[in-house]
C-alpha cells in the first residue's frame, strides 16, 4: 500500500510544512503498521533547510519538476538513505566539505533528475554493501564516490569537480553509460581495486589522467570521446587489467598509457594531437593494441619503456616527430603496421630493447629504422617496406640488426651499419638509391645474402674506416659510381656476386676484401681510397653516412651546444 504526503511550506490544510515532519509520519506509521507500506512524498516549490533522513521505501518528488525544490544545509549530510529510496527532481545542496551530500547508507538509492552541490567532497557516496542508481543528473563540484558497493550511472553530468568526479573503490561495481564529465581536478573516472565500464562518455578537461585504472582495477572502456586532458587520457597502472574499444582521444599528454605491470587490450582507437605520446607503456607493463591510429603524436606516436613490452597489430601511425620506439631496456612486437609521414624515425630500438617488426610499411619519413645501444639491442625486421626515405636502416652502438625480405625504395642509403654495430640482411632489396644500397662503417660489420641493389645514384655496397662486408649472392645493377666500393681499412667478401650495368666501376678494391666468383662486365680497379684525409680534423660519426672526401670540416649530431671559431690573420680566435 502506497501512502502519500504532500509538504508545502505555506502550511495549507492537508500537508505537511517539512520534509523532515513528512518522513517523520511515515516512519511512524511503519513503526505501528503490521503491513510493508511505501511512500511517495510529493514537495511543493520552495527552498528547505534541512537535513533529511529517508527510511525504508520512499519516493521523494518535486511536485512541479526538476529544479522547484531546493534542500539546503550549510553543515552535516543533506540526504541520509536507509532501504528503497527514490529521489525525483530536487536540488540538493551543501556548504561543507567534511560530509557527503548525499549518503546511502542501507539498502538502495536512486536519484533521478536531481542536482547535487558542494563545494568539495562527496557529492553523492554510495557507502559498502548498497546500490546507488544516478539517471538524468548533475553533479557540480563534489566527487561521487562507490566504496564497497554497487551502482549504475545514466545520462548525468559530472562538472569541475575538486577530486576526481566519479571514484569507484574497493571492491565496487560501477557502469557509467552516455554521461559527460568536464573539468574535473583530478580524474574524471577513478577505478582502484574496483571493477568498472565507462561506455559512450565524453570526458574533457581533467587535471590527471580522464580514466585512471590503478591497484588490479578492471576497467572496460567503449565508444567514448575524450578531449582537452592535461595527462593521459586513460591510465592503467599497478597490475590493472581492462579494455578500450572504439575510444577517441585528443589533446591529452599521452592517449593510453599502461605502466607498473598493468595489461589492457586496446582496440579500434584513435589518438590525436598527442602532446607527447600516442600510446605509452611502461615500467613492466604489457598490453595488445589492435587496429589504432595515432595521428600527429608531438614526440612519439608508439612507445615502449622501461621495461614495457607491448603487441601491437593492424595499427597506423602518421604525422609528428617518431613513430614506433622501444626503449630502455624494453621489448615490442610490432605486425601489420604502417607508419608514415614523420619527421624523424619510423622505427628506433635503443639502449638495449628489444624489436621484432613483421609486415611494416613506411613512407616518407626522415629515417625508417634507427638503432643504438649495446650489444642487447637487438631489431628484427620481416617483411618491412621503406619508401621515401632518408635512410631505411641505420644500426649504431653494438646493436644488432636483422632483415628479411626488407625493402628500401627511393632512399639516399638503403641499410648503414656503423661503430660497432651488426647488420645482418637476408632476401633484401634496394631500389633507386641516390646515394648507396648498403654500407658499412666504424669497426662495425654487415652480413648480406641474397641483396639487391638496383638504380643506385651512388654505390651498390661501402665500407669505410674499418667496417666489414662479408657478401655472398648478391646483385647489383645500375650503381653509378661502383658496385661496391672498399675504402680506408674496411674490408670483407664478395662471394657468388655480380654487377651489371654499362658504366662506373664494379669493385674499387683497397686490396682488403676477397673476390670469389665475381661476375661483371665493368672494371674491377685496385686503388686505395681514403675518406677523410690524414690531415683533416677527426670526425665522429654519429648520424647519416657521408660516401666521399670531407675536407676541412666540422661535423656534429646530438649536440646539446655547439661553439664555433675561426682565425683571422693575425692569429686571434674569434
Not at 59 to 88: C, D, H, I, K, W
Not at 94 to 119: I, Y
Not at 134 to 156: I, K, M, P, Q
Not at 430 to 438: D, L
Request: hydrophobic letters at 35%.
Amino acid at each position: 500500500m502506497v501512502v502519500k504526503y504532500v509538504v508545502s511550506p505555506h502550511g495549507r490544510r492537508g500537508t505537511y510544512p517539512t520534509i523532515t515532519s513528512a518522513l517523520r509520519a511515515f516512519s511512524t506509521l511503519q513503526g505501528v503498521s503490521r503491513r510493508q507500506r511505501s511512500a511517495v512524498v510529493e514537495i511543493a516549490p520552495g527552498r528547505y533547510e534541512e537535513s533529511l533522513v529517508a527510511r525504508g521505501d520512499v519516493r521523494l518528488v518535486a511536485a512541479e519538476g526538476p529544479g522547484s525544490v531546493v534542500v539546503n544545509l550549510l553543515r552535516g549530510t543533506v540526504l541520509e538513505t536507509y532501504g528503497s529510496v527514490q529521489v525525483e527532481g530536487l536540488v540538493l545542496t551543501s556548504r561543507d566539505v567534511e560530509h557527503d551530500v548525499v549518503a546511502c547508507v542501507q539498502g538502495t538509492l536512486t536519484l533521478d533528475h536531481v542536482e547535487v552541490r558542494t563545494p568539495g567532497g562527496a557529492g553523492a557516496h554510495a557507502r559498502p554493501n548498497t546500490h546507488v542508481t544516478l539517471r538524468d543528473s548533475t553533479f557540480l563540484h563534489g566527487r561521487t564516490l562507490f566504496t564497497a558497493s554497487t551502482g549504475s550511472v545514466e545520462r548525468c553530468r559530472f562538472t569541475d569537480a575538486a577530486d576526481n568526479a566519479i571514484a569507484a573503490i574497493e571492491g565496487a561495481q560501477l557502469s557509467v553509460r552516455g554521461s559527460r564529465i568536464e573539468g574535473s581536478r583530478i580524474h574524471g573516472v577513478r577505478v582502484c581495486d574496483a571493477r568498472a565500464e565507462v561506455v559512450g562518455c565524453e570526458l574533457t578537461g581533467t587535471g590527471n589522467a580522464a580514466l585512471m585504472a590503478d591497484t588490479r582495477a578492471e576497467l572496460a572502456v567503449a565508444d567514448c570521446v575524450i578531449t582537452a586532458v592535461h595527462a593521459e587520457g586513460i591510465m592503467f597502472v599497478e597490475q590493472s587489467r581492462g579494455s578500450v574499444d572504439r575510444t577517441r582521444v585528443t589533446d591529452a599528454a599521452h592517449g593510453v598509457c599502461a605502466a607498473s605491470g598493468a595489461a589492457p587490450v586496446v582496440r579500434d582507437c584513435v589518438f590525436t594531437a598527442c602532446r607527447d605520446t600516442g600510446v605509452n607503456v611502461q615500467t613492466d607493463a604489457r598490453g595488445r593494441f589492435e587496429n589504432c591510429r595515432v595521428v600527429d603524436a608531438r614526440n612519439i606516436g608508439v612507445f615502449s619503456t622501461k621495461g614495457g613490452a607491448p603487441e601491437v597489430t593492424g595499427c597506423h601511425v602518421s604525422g609528428g616527430n617518431v613513430g614506433i620506439a622501444v626503449t630502455e631496456g624494453s621489448r615490442g612486437r610490432f605486425a601489420r603496421v604502417q607508419v608514415e609521414d614523420l619527421t624523424n624515425s619510423a622505427l628506433r630500438v635503443w639502449d638495449g630493447s628489444k624489436g621484432a617488426f613483421e609486415n611494416v610499411r613506411v613512407d616518407r619519413c626522415t629515417l625508417g629504422l634507427d638503432t643504438k645501444g649495446d650489444g642487447g639491442t637487438t631489431a628484427d625486421l620481416t617483411d618491412v617496406v621503406f619508401r621515401d626515405v632518408e635512410t631505411a636502416v641505420t644500426a649504431l652502438g653494438q646493436s644488432r640488426v636483422t632483415l628479411r625480405e626488407v625493402t628500401a625504395e627511393r632512399a639516399a642509403v638503403g641499410f648503414f651499419a656503423g661503430e660497432e654495430a651488426q647488420l645482418r640482411v637476408h632476401d633484401c632489396t634496394v631500389t633507386t638509391a641516390s646515394v648507396g644500397g648498403a654500407a658499412a662503417s666504424g669497426t662495425a660489420k654487415l652480413f648480406a645474402k641474397n641483396l639487391t641493389v638496383n638504380g643506385s645514384e651512388g654505390t651498390g655496397l661501402s665500407g669505410t674506416e674499418s667496417g666489414y662486408l662479408n657478401v655472398a649472392n648478391s646483385e647489383f645493377t645500375d650503381c653509378a659510381t661502383a658496385g661496391a666500393v672498399f675504402a680506408d681499412e674496411s674490408s670483407g667478401r664478395l662471394v657468388d656476386c655480380s654487377v651489371n650495368g654499362t658504366e662506373g666501376t664494379a669493385v674499387l678494391d683497397n686490396g682488403r676484401v676477397e673476390l670469389v666468383s665475381l661476375r661483371t662486365s665493368l672494371p674491377v680497379l685496385r686503388k686505395t681510397v681514403r675518406t677523410v684525409e690524414k690531415t683533416a680534423p677527426i670526425i665522429k660519426v654519429e648520424g647519416p653516412y657521408i660516401v666521399g672526401s670531407v675536407y676541412n670540416s666540422q661535423l656534429a649530431w646530438n649536440n646539446d651546444q655547439v661553439i664555433q671559431r675561426q682565425s683571422n690573420e693575425d692569429g686571434r680566435d674569434t
